[in-house]
């Protein structure tokens, strides 16, 4: 049994220890968690990114090389509020930028594509193998699920305007049956995100006792 | 009809004499009636008396009239003979005060006032005039009350502008004022013969009869008591006449200063003029004060303050009287005035009507007393006699003494019903009084009563003595404080409620409340005390190690209870038992997504280049990295270079130490390169565009730095010459970010495929989109240990994952167990309110 394996076994009792509470065992654990991740992002940043752009603009200078340097620089001297404007530069680049990446890869990458995709599922018995097959089509409920669910979702966040005209009353009734089923279908959701999130936490305590029941031999 | 006063027979109205007895009929005197008009008051009808109207001027009518029409036995001729050598002083007087100049010009046929001081008559025409005017108001028995009220109000109104000293005199008593010593000064230097004057035009103007018919309650109480209307008192042997003058005046600042002997510069009584002699005998004959026997002290008192006192917490009657008094008059006053016609109210004072309101009962004449008793009326020495008038001064100034003395008193509010009432509350409120008596009492005696603050003394006057004679004694120390003083908010609240009749209604849900809260903290509040008090045990570093033993020790026993129970749960819910479970329709949508997730790995030939992105942490690196291990297996199998990038700092390593175990079958360098760390998320993405520059996270020597320089990795220009694009990732984001920027980077169609963690499937599964309904590049789509233990069985390379389905399995049914007992107990809890 190799020590860093000895290690890693009483860090992880000391992490289980929070079961009887908050002490010290699970603090220092804690503690050395968050250290060592952010002094490896720091080691990461450094040799992964910032020294080999550095040597690669020692050897070969240029514009190019040399400008995320310089706004760098003008990201440091933010500190100093004469020096506050030219640090807008920097950050006007990085929000520009980053902002027109966002915003176009979610427009056409997440929103475009989902309204296509909602729009184009078809309840159409034709499309299910056979008019008599398509109510066993799980794709079928699927498509149905989804489109109820949408249009559900959509109504539960509909701006409560009072309704005017002669059907108020009725498109305020549908408004409230659809909103239902919205609220219904977030619900779902929402349970679907936990119960896959306690799975996957699962997953990792069935790991951890595998480990632990192997390095001690019981398994 | 009218009625003789003397013997009661019944007589018509208007006739002179009676004819049973031959005696004349009483007169109502002129006096009075030019006091009725004078304060704007209608003369009320009498039976039985002669109203004998003067005119409207006839300054000496009331004498001449009163001795013409007083035929009564008692008096005497000598006092006749008296009466006509005043007579005789006064023309006397009259031709001395001829030389002073005159002031003011009144006419003579409008006023009276203005007659007298008019220098330019003569005396001996104003006493002609008087003479004519008394015979003729001796036959005329009926003259117009308009004129008379108009002629005397403009002798009221006269002396203000004769006099100068008077300009600056309060609208409060105003006979008063016209004749107080201060601003009349001719009184206050009254020598010898002017008290005599005024004593005998006193005893001329009101017959001793009239003096004692008015009642002492023709004036309010509270009025003779403030002092306005002095009662008269017998005159002290030292005090002289000038003290009896400003006793019948009233209190006045100068008639102080005669007693104190004090000098004025009052002129001489000859610059009287006698219309003002003759008011200040009008004013002098109306008896309203109460009997010596009841005021002599308070007044002897207040004289002797008076004397030592500064004027100016004195009421004097140019002393404006406070609001709340005048409020309290004209109350009075309409009380008062309720028998009388409305007419000429608007012209008249209020105060002054309750003389007029003498009722005929109170005008009744008794016989005139001697002219020896002169300067005492007789009513004044009398008592005073309970008349209907009376009553009413004596209810309004009872309430108001109760107002002054005694706070009103919460009334005993009645108890709460029998039924509504808790036991434990008529418990304590049977207690309640024995209870409160004595610590009450003991306040009472112990605490310093607040003292009361000092009344002026003219506001001390007015309480009246009987009704402090009446006042019951001092109540018992044992009476409880919040009768005679409320001392609290709650005091008040329950005077209020008396004075306003609201009933008490009994609060028992709040008295329950109440009771409960008082009763329960009892408790609560000692327990934190000893929990507070309970000293903490110190935990030292071996009570840690002892506890961190016993909980390993709980743990282990744990791990061998569950290694016990996991061989048998390894034969049900292991590999087996799994690879029987994906044959099964159940697992028909698993085996899907499998085949749809492998379906572009098995199209991939031999060299093609694969990036693979490991985005995730060692956080979750126990669910992620047999997955990431089983789909790099089955690239490599493929004979695919694989290249692996990372959107976390943390991927790159183990990005690494996958590679490695893949290592001994599939060298690094030549079928797997790691380049590391994408920076910048989303942007990072972008940088794939310059992916032969790319740095290794591995260099291999000084020749492989990046990815242009490594041999067989020459043709990789940029990302298009990938052939496939797979995403590791726990969280949906770095997905989320592949999806988005990978089609603008590579415009041709590259497959992308995500193997999430069970965590991030939901939020990834809406890209799954098919190729025909939507430009979307992510083709196929796995997460969980399921799935990984799934593709571990299609790929025929047991790992990891199949190992855990026993625990995954179990783990699912446990989390079964619990929902379905979550959700009876939610059901029993809520039929349970129900």
């Known amino acids: 049994m190799s020590a860093e394996t000895i290690i890693a076994a009483i860090l992880t009792f000391m992490i289980w220890s929070y079961v009887l509470g908050d002490n010290p065992a699970f603090r220092i654990a804690e503690h050395l968690l968050v250290g060592t991740a952010a002094g490896y992002v720091v080691i990461v940043a450094w040799f992964h990114v910032i020294q080999p752009a550095l040597h690669e603009m020692w050897s070969q200078p240029s514009l190019a090389t040399a400008l995320p340097f310089v706004l760098c620089a003008l990201l440091v001297v933010r500190k100093w509020p ?138 | ?156 109104q006269a002396p203000y502008e004769v006099l100068p000293g008077e300009e600056d005199s309060s609208p409060s008593p105003e006979f008063l004022g016209e004749t107080t010593p201060s601003e009349s000064p001719g009184i206050t230097q009254a020598g010898p013969p002017a008290p005599s004057i005024e004593e005998r035009l006193g005893m001329l103007v009101t017959p001793p009869d009239t003096a004692e018919s008015v009642p002492e309650n023709s004036a309010p109480e509270w009025l003779r008591e403030l002092g306005l209307v002095q009662p008269e008192q017998p005159p002290a042997p030292s005090s002289g006449d000038s003290v009896q003058a400003s006793e019948t005046l009233g209190p006045s600042p100068v008639a102080e200063a005669d007693i104190t002997g004090e000098p004025s510069g009052s002129p001489p009584d000859e610059e009287i003029p006698d219309w003002l002699k003759r008011l200040i005998a009008i004013s002098s004959q109306i008896p309203e004060s109460p009997p010596p026997s009841e005021v002599a002290e308070p007044m002897q008192a207040l004289a002797h303050e008076e004397a030592e006192t500064p004027p100016v917490a004195e009421p004097t009657p140019g ?66 006699s309970p008349t209907v008038g009376e009553e009413h001064p004596a209810e309004w100034l009872a309430e108001l003494e109760e107002l002054i003395e005694r706070p009103p008193t919460s009334q005993p509010t009645p108890f709460p019903v029998e039924e509504e009432v808790p036991d434990w509350l008529r418990e304590l409120a049977a207690e309640k009084p024995e209870a409160k008596t004595e610590p009450q009492a003991t306040v009472a005696q112990e605490t310093p009563q607040p003292e009361p603050a000092e009344l002026p003394e003219w506001i001390s006057q007015l309480r009246p003595t009987e009704r402090i004679a009446e006042m019951p004694p001092a109540e018992p120390i044992a009476t409880p404080l919040e009768e005679t003083a409320p001392t609290s908010g709650q005091d008040v609240i329950e005077t209020l409620r008396a004075r306003l009749g609201i009933p008490q209604v009994p609060d028992v849900e709040g008295a329950e409340m109440f009771h409960e809260i008082v009763s329960e903290p009892a408790e609560t509040t000692l327990t934190p005390v000893l929990e507070e008090v309970e000293p903490t045990p110190q935990r030292n570093s ?26 048998r749960i390894q034969e049900m819910l292991g590999e087996v038992a799994f690879q029987h479970f994906l044959n099964t329709p159940a697992a028909a949508g698993l085996v899907a997504s499998l085949e749809q997730f492998r379906k572009p790995i098995t199209a991939i030939r031999q060299g093609d280049v694969v990036l693979l992105s490991i985005d995730y942490t060692p956080a979750t690196a126990a669910e ?143 890209y799954l989109i098919p190729a025909s309904a939507a430009p979307s590049r992510l083709s196929g789509l796995i997460g969980g240990m399921m799935a990984t233990a799934a593709y571990e069985v299609y790929s025929g390379r047991p790992g990891r994952a199949l190992n855990m389905v026993a625990a995954q399995s179990a783990a699912h049914l446990g989390l079964v167990a619990v929902a379905l007992a979550g959700i009876f107990a939610g059901i029993r809890s809520r039929t349970g309110h129900c």
């Open chain 1, 82 to 219: 004469s020096m506050r404007p030219w640090a807008a530069a920097s950050l006007a680049l990085l929000v520009g930028v980053g902002s027109a990446l966002a915003i176009g890869g979610t427009l056409f990458g997440t929103l475009w594509s989902q309204v296509l995709a909602t729009a184009s599922l078809s309840l159409n018995p034709a499309d299910f193998s056979g008019s008599q097959m398509f109510l066993t089509s799980n794709f079928f409920w699927q498509n149905l699920a989804i489109l109820i669910g949408t249009i559900g979702t959509f109504c539960y966040f509909a701006f409560r305007v009072r309704p005017g005209g002669p059907l108020r009353d009725l498109r305020a009734a549908l408004i409230r049956f659809w909103s239902g089923i919205g609220l219904w279908m977030i619900m779902m959701t929402l349970g679907a995100f936990f119960a896959n999130a306690a799975m996957s936490r699962f997953t990792l305590l069935i790991d951890r006792v595998q480990w632990l029941l192997g390095i001690f031999g019981l398994r």
């Open chain 2, 1 to 156: 009809m009218a009625i003789c006063p003397n013997c009661g027979a019944l007589n018509q109205a208007g006739s002179t004499t009676c004819v049973q007895c031959g005696k004349p009929m009483e007169v109502i005197p002129s006096w009075l009636e030019l006091l009725l008009a004078r304060y704007g008051e209608t003369m009320p009808t009498f039976e039985g008396i002669l109203v004998k109207r003067a005119p409207s001027i006839a300054p000496t009518e009331p004498f001449t009239a009163q001795r013409a029409s007083s035929s009564t036995a008692q008096l005497s001729t000598s006092t006749e003979l008296e009466d006509e050598k005043l007579l005789n002083e006064i023309e006397k007087l009259k031709r001395s005060i001829k030389e002073q100049p005159a002031e003011t010009q009144q006419p003579e046929e409008t006023t009276v006032s203005a007659a007298l001081p008019t220098a330019s008559k003569g005396v001996d025409d104003w006493l002609a005039e008087l003479r004519a005017l008394q015979e003729k108001a001796a036959l005329d028995s009926t003259p117009a009350m308009p004129s008379e009220a108009g002629a005397l109000e403009a002798a009221q």
């Open chain 2, 319 to 384: 002393e404006p009287l406070p609001d709340w008094l005048r409020e309290l008059e004209a109350i009075q006053t309409t009380q008062l005035s309720t028998t009388m016609p409305p007419e000429g109210e608007e012209i008249t004072p209020p105060r002054f009507e309750e003389r007029a309101t003498i009722s005929a009962e109170e005008i009744f004449i008794p016989p005139l007393p001697k002219v020896e008793e002169g300067t005492v009326p007789t009513a004044q020495q009398e008592e005073p």
């Open chain 2, 542 to 567: 071996i009570t840690v190690i002892i506890w961190a033993l016993v909980f390993a020790a709980i743990l282990l026993g744990i791990a061998i209870l569950s290694l016990a129970l996991l061989a």
């Open chain 2, 624 to 766: 992620m990295q047999p997955l990431a291990s089983v789909v790099l297996h089955d690239l490599l199998e493929r004979r695919a270079r694989v290249l692996t990038v990372s959107l976390q700092p943390e991927g790159a390593p183990l990005a690494q130490r996958l590679l490695d175990e893949t290592d001994r079958p599939f060298p690094y360098g030549k079928h797997t390169l790691n380049l590391g760390y994408l920076p910048g998320e989303a942007i990072g993405v972008r940088s794939l565009a310059r992916l032969p520059d790319r740095q290794l996270y591995a260099p291999i020597g000084d020749a492989c730095q990046s990815l242009g320089e490594c041999p067989g990795w020459h043709d990789i220009r940029g990302i298009e010459n990938v052939a496939l694009f797979i995403a590791i990732a726990d969280s949906g984001d770095s997905v989320r970010w592949w999806i988005e920027q990978l089609p603008v980077l590579s415009p041709n169609e590259l497959p992308l495929l995500a193997a999430v963690s069970a965590a991030a499937l939901p939020t990834v599964r809406p």
